[in-house]
């Protein structure tokens, strides 16, 4: 039972460039969400997705688009990458809002 | 505006020996409260959750107490072990039509031998 898998988990990327984070989890759950995880700061939630074929903006949502392909999959898109979205990034699922969120072990990205 | 604070930022215990975390918060509409545990380089697991009625919940070693009134909840450790050296993070969730949630800045444990 994999639970939460992100892809990939390493990357690095020049100022202007995209690239598309993806997630995917096995657990049928209805909601999935993106966070990023900076020093000092708690987790900040970019995007969720409540049920399929739904997506809301979170707290931090520029600079970043999302797509739920299907119950499965939720990926987030960075359109023109800036060093400012240089984080360690956290796709979570959930049967639900109020039960807990299972995690990624997180994507870690560096824009130089 | 809706704020988690914890403390201590960082603890180093021997192993063997019992710590509590402290987590304050002021969040409304206030739904519960999460505690999750971070290992370095993985993602936030989660320890327990609490509703507003509920004053203690434990699992295993982990006990968490809530005291919705002063907006207070400690995460006590008994027996610590090494694994037990991560980040605690508190977690309120924000009772609205989709629960939202507000995380703190974690604490960082450090379990010696």
């Known amino acids: 039972n994999a639970g939460v898998t992100q892809t990939p988990k390493f990357q690095v990327l020049k100022t202007g460039q995209s690239m598309t984070l993806q997630c995917a989890q096995d657990m049928n759950h209805n909601s999935m969400y993106w966070y990023r995880q900076d020093p000092g700061m708690g987790l900040r939630l970019i995007y969720y997705s409540a049920s399929e074929g739904t997506t809301d903006k979170g707290e931090v949502p520029n600079g970043y688009n999302v797509s739920r392909l299907n119950k499965r999959e939720f990926s987030l898109r960075l359109e023109s990458a800036a060093p400012s979205q240089t984080s360690v990034y956290f796709c979570?699922?959930?049967?639900?809002?109020?039960?807990?969120?299972?995690f990624g072990d997180g994507t870690r990205l560096s824009i130089l | 505006k809706n704020q988690v604070e914890q403390s201590p930022q960082s603890l180093i215990i021997l192993e063997g020996k019992n710590c509590t975390l402290q987590c304050n918060y002021t969040v409304s509409p206030f739904s519960n409260l999460r505690w999750y545990k971070q290992d370095t380089g993985r993602g936030p697991v989660s320890l327990t959750i609490m509703t507003f009625s509920e004053n203690t919940k434990s699992n295993g070693r982990y006990t968490a107490t809530l005291d919705a009134d002063t907006k207070q909840s400690s995460l006590h450790i008994t027996a610590s072990q090494l694994s037990d050296s991560a980040s605690y993070i508190c977690v309120v969730s924000l009772n609205t039509g989709f629960q939202k949630l507000v995380f703190g800045t974690g604490t960082r444990l450090l379990v010696s031998p």
């Open positions: 979570a699922s959930s049967p639900d809002s109020v039960q807990p969120q299972h």
